[in-house]
């Protein structure tokens, strides 16, 4: 019988790392023939490249080079781009992960050639309801065949929604990813760069574009980040995304980051060690609060809402506006309490495995 193919598209960072698990364990155990297409959506070596070198990923079998662009462009040069390149290989499947401008473009792209599309972490509501990545997410869903969701609350927004058939609660590949990698997490040389000491310090990123795109807000937040290191004595350690450089640059705000400690994009271990010794997070990445909790360090989320609704029901999250006084009045609330979020949440680091085991069953049961 001839080898089923699998195209996986990635292109942002969540997704390289959800992708170094699921296609190492499909190409070591030779279960298909894994193809590998990176959209070129985060360009930057910083924010790509160094995590294909640090969680040992294959180097993408294609790349499309989309790079930065309007929704619509970007969307629209990889679903062109992706549809060509599915139209060659002719897979049998195709993997997304997420909820970018790529997730939805390969999604597109598989259903209108009736390809049969995969979902790595399917099932995640949060509003408002007009965030790109909220369309994106909920778009795919309704294409998909296989849903993979990281948590019961997830498969719960599903039925919600009347989709039930191909629902596997699998749990959370960047929890796998994160106890694989911990022991690399060595926190001398990141730390010491930076002249911080563990605990000393609380570590902040912010990139969504409702957060950056218009001065306002972004000056608010790095208002709050200056206002939260001065009340709690602790530096903040800022790795800038180069959107909010940009934007930073464009609003002239460059004097609001004389006090923090602002650092390149960093790779995942260089990020994962920050995180380990970091004091708390502040965050409006979904990704990094998620990872906060497998460090066991609580977040600040300068969101509306989060797709980790599990986090702030517990109490172990908090959702924020992007004002400085609230932001320093959550922060030193939540600093004075004690809490604890449920074990297993997001599985207990076997989600790639299952998902691998799943697509597997699928592919063998479909004709060619």
């Known amino acids: 019988m001839q080898q089923r193919t699998v195209v996986s598209l990635v292109g942002a960072r969540p997704q390289f790392i959800k992708e170094a698990l699921i296609g190492k364990l499909a190409r070591e155990r030779h279960i298909w023939r894994h193809v590998l297409v990176h959209s070129g959506q985060h360009y930057d070596a910083n924010m790509s490249d160094v995590f294909f070198r640090q969680l040992g990923i294959a180097s993408p079998d294609y ?10 462009k970007q969307t629209g ?18 993997l997304v992960y997420g909820d970018t401008n790529t997730t939805l473009a390969g ?17 995640i509501r949060q509003a408002p309801k007009d965030m790109p990545e909220e369309i994106n997410r909920v778009l795919t869903d309704h294409v998909s065949q296989l849903l993979f969701c990281c948590s019961d609350a997830a498969a719960t927004n ?3 929604e009347n989709i039930r058939e191909g629902v596997h609660v699998v749990g959370d590949v960047m929890f796998d990813v994160f106890k694989v990698m911990k022991p690399l997490f060595d926190r001398g040389d990141i730390l010491n760069k ?4 563990p605990g000393g310090f609380f570590l902040a990123t912010v990139h969504r574009d409702f957060n950056v795109d218009h001065k306002e807000p972004l000056e608010e937040i790095l208002s709050g980040l200056r ?12 790795p800038l995304h180069p959107r909010t450089a940009r934007k930073i640059e464009e609003f002239s705000l460059q004097p609001l980051l004389e006090s923090l400690c602002v650092t390149e994009p960093l790779g995942y271990v260089e990020l994962m060690s920050l995180l380990l010794h970091a004091a708390f997070v502040v965050t409006d990445s979904g990704g990094l609060q998620k990872e906060a909790w497998f460090a066991g360090r609580r977040s600040l989320v300068l969101m509306p809402d989060t797709g980790w609704r599990e986090l702030i029901s517990c109490g172990w999250n908090v959702l924020c506006a992007p004002a400085q006084e609230e932001m320093e009045r959550r922060v030193l609330d939540f600093l004075s309490e004690r809490v604890s979020c449920p074990e297993g949440v997001y599985g207990y680091g076997d989600a790639a495995e299952k998902i691998v085991v799943a697509i597997k069953k699928f592919l063998t049961s479909v004709s060619r």
């Open 194 to 197: 930076n002249g911080l000491v």
């Open 227 to 238: 206002r939260i290191a001065r009340r709690t004595s602790l530096r903040c350690v800022l």
């Open 158 to 160: 599903l039925r919600e």
């Open 63 to 72: 790349q499309l080079g989309v790079g930065s662009a309007s929704h619509g």
């Open 77 to 94: 040069d990889v679903l062109v781009r992706f549809e060509e390149l599915l139209v060659a290989e002719r897979p049998d499947l195709v």
């Open 107 to 123: 999604a597109l792209a598989a259903a209108k050639l009736r390809i049969p599309l995969a979902h790595v972490e399917a099932g």
